[in-house]
């Protein structure tokens, strides 16, 4: 059975860091691409980045760019989210996600999340 | 950027009745498009993709259809379990979502 469950959320400051992770389990990790989606607080759902299968190409929302950085290691079955510069418009459930195939299109298994609070 | 828009934003209907919501894209996804379905505190759950190809384990009263800027996602007779909020997602140009429609029961 595909699991996928995120780590490493929680409240940090305006302007700080923080590292989330989503461990894999289920599925050959490596041959699928992966995303983050985040959900504010009673909205809907906004993609945030996304990684091939392999981590060498990477895409990433607007509003991430520069601040954010996605990254896999296949070895450990785990995507991490590395996530700068936070602002409490980031504030939000973050979701990993697994495309169904090695290409990036919709996601087929999705983690419960992890909050991210940002707010001094 | 594609902008993905969702109609009605909330719905009531009777347990049997059949539901039709709507997903508009502001230029054309081919039939590069899913349909989710979340419940509160829960993951979305993959319902459709490719605009009308059902998913694994999806009860078949789900039904997608529609291709360029407007798609639809009916089910055939409400049920209980149905009641969540629904959103639609493109994926021929980045990854967009709608904003969601709510489905309650009467």
């Known amino acids: 059975e595909i699991h996928l469950l995120e780590s490493g959320g929680g409240l940090v400051q305006p302007g700080g860091s923080l590292r989330l992770s989503c461990t894999a389990s289920?599925?050959?990790?490596?041959?699928?691409?992966m995303t983050w989606v985040r959900q504010t607080p009673g909205k809907g759902l906004e993609w945030v980045t996304a990684v091939s299968r392999s981590g060498n190409t990477t895409y990433y929302a607007d509003f991430v760019k520069g601040r954010f950085t996605i990254f896999r290691d296949n070895s450990k079955n785990t995507l991490y989210l590395q996530m700068n510069s936070l602002r409490a418009a980031d504030t939000a459930k973050y979701y990993c996600?697994?495309?169904?195939?090695?290409?990036?299109?919709?996601?087929?298994?999705w983690g419960p999340g992890t909050l991210v609070t940002v707010s001094s | 950027d594609i902008h993905m828009t969702q109609s009605p934003s909330t719905l009531s209907a009777s347990v049997g009745d059949r539901v039709t919501l709507t997903c508009r894209a502001s230029q054309s996804v081919r039939t590069w498009l899913a349909w989710y379905q979340q419940t509160p505190g829960k993951a979305p759950k993959l319902l459709i993709y490719k605009a009308s190809t059902l998913e694994s384990g999806v009860p078949s009263r789900f039904s997608g259809s529609g291709s360029g800027t407007e798609f639809t996602l009916t089910i055939s007779s409400l049920q209980p379990d149905d009641s969540a909020t629904y959103y639609c997602q493109q994926y021929n140009n980045g990854w967009t979502f709608g904003q969601g429609t709510k489905v309650e029961i009467k």
């Open positions: 996600a697994k495309a169904p195939v090695a290409t990036i299109a919709y996601f087929d298994y």
């Open positions: 289920g599925f050959n990790f490596s041959n699928y691409a």
